[in-house]
């Protein structure tokens, strides 16, 4: 059995499964506007929070906010429900695509088979949608690979209950009813409000573009503070934070700008263009920090690859990002 | 990013993966690209295997000294402390901290033998077994200019 889904290949899993959900009901949905009226760009250094007892870095908005603020926004309806037992957890799944509903399902990806060995950690948060199953094995579609991917029974039940922080518990969802005209214009002012409230005006110092400037003052710090050993192992924490997990480059700043791009084109405002650019050449700068960084754990760093030169560039993106809020913010009003 | 910048360093993922990355035409308009890699990815990702491959070899190192039961080994190789793993069985941690002790290994229940090998989907007979020596993971072809 299997359902006609289109499988569209993205960058970031929540986006894209977000978009091709939409995109099956006929909602013409791109991943970066999913993003971007879903507010997923984000910035936040949590240092009490630890991966792998490391300090958490996220670019990104909380599991699951782009698809429930996306929907909300859009007017859809979605069905979301969690399991504590397995054979009930796949018993819905199963009736649901036996319905022809394609369903979204939050797994960990350690457990799922068709992982490049070098990608399998223990993270709880990889999205991808069902959309067909022949006997034991499922039809997938995972939004970060090319084509749709087999997974057998076993393995997505050991996914699908993965455990550990932000375990999944089995959650499943799907839309159930979408309105038959829908304006991108408003919701995507909402999403652009609500972003550059949150990257401006959040009063913690660990969010939002004071995050980013409060994470540069540490870096400076961190050799010395550390030692060297550490010092690297929080970087490359932080760069694959920025980058591995299925960002599209420069930690969502590019997506963003893509969704900006597109959004100028909507709401038929040109300086969106123009911010678009300039949140492009942040993405930019992400990616030199990203860089240096790297060269920095290689034990290839120059003199002027030191921590304070890292440090100088986050402080850069800090400042282009607050302009792009600011400016934003200001179109949006 | 322009679309002629788009990184292709094969490493990380094998080859008929590829990533999606965001970057930007002649126009300026932006487009979706495919990806094989980008090398400060593939360092780093490198990096966090190095840490995982220091855990194996320290847990071999403890089994071979008769200090841990082979189950080091295989929580050390899933990325596992006794946390996720009293998690993942059901049981407390402090059972789990047992069970790493080669004598309290050796008189396991078959039941909790089995328990253990179908979390790391392995045998029973698998789950007794450790190897001799470090086997380093490797994912990544080593490329010419690599050390």
Same mark, same amino acid.
């Given at each position: 059995?299997?359902? +006609?889904?289109?499988?569209?290949?993205?960058?970031?899993?929540?986006?894209?499964?977000?978009?091709?959900?939409?995109?099956?009901?006929?909602?013409?949905?791109?991943?970066?506007?999913?993003?971007?009226?879903?507010?997923?760009?984000?910035?936040?250094?949590?240092?009490?929070?630890?991966?792998?007892? %490391?300090?958490?870095?996220?670019?990104?908005? =909380?599991?699951?906010?782009?698809?429930?603020?996306?929907?909300?926004?859009?007017?859809?309806?979605?069905?979301?429900?969690?399991?504590?037992?397995?054979?009930?957890?796949?018993?819905?799944?199963?009736?649901?695509?036996? $319905?022809?509903?394609?369903?979204?399902?939050?797994?960990?990806?350690?457990?799922?088979?068709?992982?490049?060995?070098?990608?399998?950690?223990?993270?709880?948060?990889?999205?991808?949608?069902?959309?067909?199953?022949?006997?034991?094995?499922?039809?997938?579609?995972?939004?970060?690979?090319?084509?749709?991917?087999?997974?057998?029974?076993?393995?997505? &039940?050991?996914?699908?209950?993965?455990?550990?922080?932000?375990?999944?518990?089995?959650?499943?969802?799907?839309?159930?009813?979408?309105?038959?005209?829908? +304006?991108?214009?408003?919701?995507?002012?909402?999403?652009?409000?609500?972003?550059?409230?949150?990257?401006?005006?959040?009063?913690?110092?660990?969010?939002?573009?004071?995050?980013?400037?409060?994470?540069?003052?540490?870096?400076?710090?961190?050799?010395?503070? %550390?030692?060297?050993?550490?010092?690297?192992?929080?970087?490359?924490?932080?760069?694959?934070?920025?980058?591995?997990?299925?960002?599209?480059?420069?930690?969502?700043?590019?997506?963003? @700008?893509?969704? %900006?791009? =597109?959004?100028?084109?909507?709401?038929?405002?040109?300086?969106?263009?123009?911010?678009?650019?300039?949140?492009?050449?942040?993405?930019?700068?992400?990616?030199?920090?990203?860089?240096?960084?790297?060269?920095?754990?290689?034990?290839? @760093?120059?003199?002027? +690859?030191?921590?304070?030169?890292?440090?100088?560039?986050?402080?850069?993106?800090?400042?282009? $990002?607050?302009?792009?809020?600011?400016?934003?913010?200001?179109?949006?009003? | 990013?322009?679309?002629?910048?788009?990184?292709?360093?094969?490493?990380?993922?094998?080859?008929?993966?590829?990533?999606?990355?965001?970057?930007?035409?002649? $126009?300026?308009?932006?487009?979706?690209?495919?990806?094989?890699?980008?090398?400060?990815?593939?360092?780093?990702?490198?990096?966090?295997?190095?840490?995982?491959?220091?855990?194996? /070899?320290?847990?071999?190192?403890?089994?071979?000294?008769?200090?841990?039961?082979?189950?080091?080994?295989?929580?050390?190789?899933?990325?596992?402390?006794?946390?996720?793993? @009293?998690?993942? @069985?059901?049981?407390?941690?402090?059972?789990?901290?047992?069970?790493?002790?080669? /004598?309290?290994?050796?008189?396991?229940?078959?039941?909790?033998? $089995?328990?253990?090998?179908? &979390?790391?989907?392995?045998?029973?007979?698998?789950?007794?077994?450790?190897?001799?020596?470090?086997?380093?993971?490797?994912?990544?072809?080593?490329?010419?200019?690599?050390?």
């Amino acid at each position: 059995m299997k359902i +006609d889904f289109k499988h569209r290949h993205s960058a970031h899993c929540e986006s894209g499964v977000s978009s091709n959900l939409l995109f099956h009901y006929g909602v013409d949905i791109s991943e970066a506007m999913a993003f971007g009226i879903g507010g997923g760009i984000f910035f936040g250094y949590l240092p009490f929070i630890k991966v792998n007892k %490391l300090p958490l870095t996220t670019f990104r908005c =909380e599991v699951g906010g782009i698809f429930k603020r996306l929907n909300k926004k859009l007017g859809v309806d979605v069905y979301w429900q969690k399991f504590h037992n397995q054979e009930k957890a796949m018993d819905a799944l199963d009736r649901s695509l036996e $319905e022809g509903i394609p369903v979204g399902c939050r797994t960990g990806g350690y457990w799922l088979p068709y992982f490049p060995s070098a990608f399998r950690f223990h993270f709880n948060m990889h999205n991808l949608v069902v959309f067909g199953k022949e006997g034991d094995e499922y039809l997938i579609s995972d939004p970060v690979f090319p084509e749709p991917v087999m997974c057998h029974r076993k393995d997505l &039940i050991k996914a699908r209950f993965a455990k550990g922080a932000l375990a999944p518990k089995g959650t499943m969802y799907y839309l159930t009813s979408i309105p038959e005209k829908i +304006d991108f214009a408003p919701p995507i002012i909402k999403g652009i409000k609500e972003t550059c409230r949150r990257m401006l005006k959040t009063p913690v110092p660990i969010i939002g573009v004071k995050g980013i400037r409060f994470l540069a003052n540490r870096i400076e710090k961190w050799p010395k503070k %550390l030692g060297k050993r550490k010092a690297i192992l929080h970087l490359v924490q932080l760069i694959r934070m920025q980058e591995e997990l299925g960002t599209g480059g420069g930690g969502f700043r590019f997506m963003y @700008a893509a969704f %900006l791009q =597109e959004a100028a084109g909507i709401l038929k405002e040109n300086c969106l263009l123009d911010l678009s650019r300039k949140m492009t050449s942040a993405g930019d700068r992400w990616r030199e920090f990203a860089v240096i960084g790297s060269r920095n754990c290689k034990n290839r @760093a120059t003199e002027s +690859d030191s921590f304070e030169a890292m440090a100088d560039i986050l402080r850069d993106c800090a400042n282009r $990002e607050a302009e792009v809020y600011q400016e934003l913010m200001a179109v949006v009003k | 990013m322009k679309i002629n910048e788009i990184p292709q360093d094969r490493g990380m993922m094998t080859d008929d993966v590829y990533e999606i990355c965001y970057a930007v035409d002649d $126009e300026g308009r932006y487009v979706l690209a495919a990806s094989a890699g980008w090398e400060p990815k593939n360092i780093t990702n490198d990096q966090a295997w190095k840490l995982i491959d220091g855990q194996v /070899a320290k847990a071999l190192k403890g089994i071979h000294a008769g200090r841990l039961s082979p189950l080091a080994f295989h929580m050390a190789k899933n990325q596992m402390n006794t946390g996720l793993l @009293a998690k993942y @069985a059901g049981f407390s941690r402090w059972r789990v901290k047992r069970h790493l002790k080669p /004598a309290v290994f050796k008189r396991l229940k078959p039941a909790v033998l $089995e328990l253990y090998s179908d &979390i790391f989907k392995i045998t029973m007979k698998q789950l007794q077994q450790f190897p001799e020596k470090m086997d380093h993971l490797k994912h990544r072809k080593l490329q010419k200019n690599e050390d």
